[in-house]
């Protein structure tokens, strides 16, 4: 289910149900359990006072924002100064000064391969340090 999709009278199936979580599941973690499990340590690293949930949560949803402006700009610059600058709707979810780190997460998480090796933490911090440049305080 998508962020925006979301509605308290929808009737489904279990099966429609299952369905549909199998195809996020798919979506998120293609390469499965291990992309997941060492995503959620990349994430543990990067937050350690964080609980799982609490860092998972927003990640998909930055995801999801960037995979979607992506598809709509066609360009990773008009994405990110939209998702850094403009993006307000999902703020409960995502804190402003957190949105570049989890920007450099999907990003990173975009380049993984079926080895499911995620940069280290310091890769990540660097990413950051240059998308926080691209803030308009």
């Known amino acids: 289910m998508a962020l925006g999709e979301f509605s308290l009278f929808t009737w489904k199936s279990k099966a429609t149900q299952a369905k549909e979580q199998e195809d996020y599941e798919k979506w ?12 959620q340590a990349l994430l543990h690293d990067v937050y350690p006072k964080e609980t799982a949930a609490g860092t998972l949560i927003p990640f998909l949803t930055c995801k999801e924002l ?3 402006l992506l598809r709509k700009t066609n360009s990773v610059d008009e994405t990110l100064e939209v998702l850094i600058n403009k993006q307000k709707k999902y703020k409960q ?14 990003q990173a998480d975009a380049k993984v391969g079926e080895s499911c090796e995620y940069p280290p933490v310091e890769a990540i911090r660097a990413r950051v340090e240059e998308l926080d440049r691209l803030k308009v305080e």
């Open 93 to 106: 979810l995502i804190r402003k000064k957190e949105m570049t780190t989890y920007i450099a997460l999907v």
């Open 66 to 68: 960037y995979e979607g």
């Open 28 to 39: 998120a973690f293609p390469y499965g359990e291990k992309q997941r499990e060492n995503l």
